[in-house]
């Protein structure tokens, strides 16, 4: 750390060095703790100047030290905060580039504040299912009113230090310059250098017309928006805190309540996700430094549903696409329908017209595969027919340039055999997007035998640069996604063979929060995918045991949405799935085939089946190796499969349950005698880790 320390004409300029942003590790507190003291004890200094080095004024806690140590070791945040206020000469905060949580708060107990323009400002501690914990709450009332307050802490969103500057009676910033901030800061420290008493945002008083009748509003809003997350509405209380109690019982208040928020399941779920979303990006074997290869220009082969959504991906991010197909027809209906999504957008005022015409400009078509040898990345989407991969892989190896990455977007197929086809089996990486690729946050990147690290490395980097979630699978039947929603399918089938009906178990696990449930999925995305599937795999792998109802269904031609009949009847036009009485007397039949009495089925049990049917092969893929770290197949499950956030994804929820209560869940489960035994097997590390008493993660 080279943070500094330096008395310039009476300022003491003290400067935080922690990157990438000086976040409030132990070694930054107490270097501005004691740097604020050495400038009391020192008679030739008559005020202070605290900022930040490089990226940042200061990003708020350090989230290396989570769970370690350091991360409560005195001084905490609240006690430099404690030191920083009560200074007996004036501090001032030069702010730059971000501020945010713990260093907002560091900032509000300075006695002055000075910020450069472009400064991203926020309080997001609610977005990891907390609250600002370090007298957040009280200081921002305080300093800019309680109504533009109460929604910065509630949402977490960012705002820019101009819109803040400007609000009339705000006194969060003293000053908003352009450029040198240190400077005016200094500047500022000389002007009011002798000028007493300190101004303290503790001793200011929240002003509102009417605040407990504003509170009550918008603890309703609140309410009704995040009905499954404590933490806004905790938010709220704090801040109501703010025109009830005097400034340090608040505080007391606001600890009792940060306390409480920090064991919550809801924030244990968000710090998983938000700890697992950063450690997707990094592969164990695969070193930060591994060097990338330069991405210049994209090609993409198939201009279908996927097709067209990979390219606007990259169109978005301002890289060039040339497309390919094997018919003019094909590529002008491709073409047509990204026009039609961005002209959506643009109708919606989500996108500019010129951003449009721009994104536009960047892509191309071309029947002839020459025509693509200059691209640096070329992903293949055509039918998802080995044959089909075959034909396309040896066309690309024959005309690519040396170097250049050749993906594959099969959510199936082998990506070794069709490595295989061609004689650079190293720079052959699957990129298996989601549908609408333009839209799901998903890209699972599947790593081949072969496939080079730097090609890895340069997929991950990609995936940033188009904005996506990536998260490195090895080659299976299904990847991590799929084959985990396979073994969930099957148990839905199950379901309803014992007494179930398909909105019965969509209810269940919508209400436990997926975004939707499996038989309304499976309308949506088309119930002959899997009918095609279960074909395959009727003859690969004879001994797994499927309910038959989705065959008998697809055999009646409900495919689903685009039938306009699947597990459910839908009108013209609409989406809205209606219980269907043919689909349910088809189930009550097949039940009375199977000599099935049925029997009534709790909601409890229904969500258990299901979510211990995806915990049970996620074991099983952690234990072969097809993810390398249960975060991974959290974060395939909360951004590909809707899994509900607050939930921490598969792994985690059944850590949070407890491994040896889903072992015990299962063994019951594997005596139902109308339930496959078999199915119910714990893996072997689950079961593990079960008998150790210990968890995933
Ligand atoms: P699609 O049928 O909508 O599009 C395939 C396109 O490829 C067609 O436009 C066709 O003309 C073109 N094509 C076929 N053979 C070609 C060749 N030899 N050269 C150039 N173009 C050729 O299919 P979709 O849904 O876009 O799927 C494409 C791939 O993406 C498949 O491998 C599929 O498994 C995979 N995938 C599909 C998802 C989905 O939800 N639809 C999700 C994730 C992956």
Known sequence: MTASYEVRDGIAVVTMDNPPVNSLGFGNRRFIAESVRRAQDDAAVHAIVLTGRGRAFCGGADIREFNKPEATMAPDIVDVIRVVEGCEKPVVAAIHSVVMGGGLELAMSCHYRVVRRGTQVALPEVRIGILP????????????????????????DTVMSEVLAAMPGQKLFDRLVEDDVVLAATELAHDIANLRPLPRS????????????????????????????????????????????????????????????????????????????RAASKIPDVPSDTPKREIKSVAVIGAGTMGGGISMNFLNAGIPVKILETKQEALDRGIATIKKNYEAQVKKGKLKEDKYAQRMALQTTTLDYADLKDADLVIEAVFEELGVKETVFKQLDAVMKPGAI??????????????????????????????????????????????????????????????????VSGVCDGFIGNRMIEQ??????????????????????????????????????GNDIGWAIRKRRAVERADMKYSRTADKLCELGRFGQKTGAGWYDYQAGKRDAIPSELVNKMIEDHRKELGITPRKISDEEIVQRL???????????????????SGDIDMVYLTGYGF?????????????????????AMDRFAKNPNDDAAFWKPAPLLAKLAAEGRSFV
Request: a neutral charge; one cysteine or more.
């Open 202 to 277: 503790r001793e200011r008083k929240v002003e509102h017309p009417d605040a407990e009748a504003y509170l009550q509003f918008a603890r309703n809003m609140v309410a009704a928006k995040w009905p499954h997350y404590p933490a806004p509405l905790r938010c709220l209380d704090c801040i109501a805190q703010s025109v009830r109690l005097p400034f340090d019982a608040a505080v007391d208040y606001e600890r009792v309540a940060v306390t409480e928020l920090l064991w919550s399941p809801e924030s244990a779920a968000l710090r998983n996700a938000f700890f697992a979303e």
């Open 488 to 525: 969930y399918s099957r148990q839905a089938g199950f379901l309803l063979d014992e007494g179930a009906t398909p909105q019965q178990v969509d209810k269940a696990i919508e209400k436990f929060g997926f975004a939707m449930g499996p038989f309304r999925m499976g309308d949506l995305a």
């Open 406 to 471: 050749l993906a594959s977007n099969t959510s199936t197929l082998d990506v070794d055999k069709i490595a295989a086809f061609t004689k650079r089996p190293e720079d052959v990486v699957g990129m298996h997007f989601f549908s609408p690729a333009n839209v799901m946050k998903l890209l699972e990147v599947v790593r081949g035998a072969k496939t080079g690290k730097d090609v890895l490395a340069t997929v991950m980097a990609v995936a940033k640069k188009i904005k996506k979630t990536a998260v």
């Open 611 to 629: 979510v211990f049917s995806l915990v049970n092969e996620g074991a099983h893929i952690l234990e072969d190796g097809t993810a390398s770290k």
């Open 133 to 156: 914990g370090a007298t957040g709450t009280q200081r921002l009332p305080r300093l800019i009113g309680l109504e533009p307050a109460l929604n910065m802490i509630v949402s977490g």
């Open 644 to 664: 509900p956030i607050y939930r921490g994804g598969p792994m985690h929820y059944a850590s949070e349950v407890g491994l040896f209560n889903v072992v015990q």
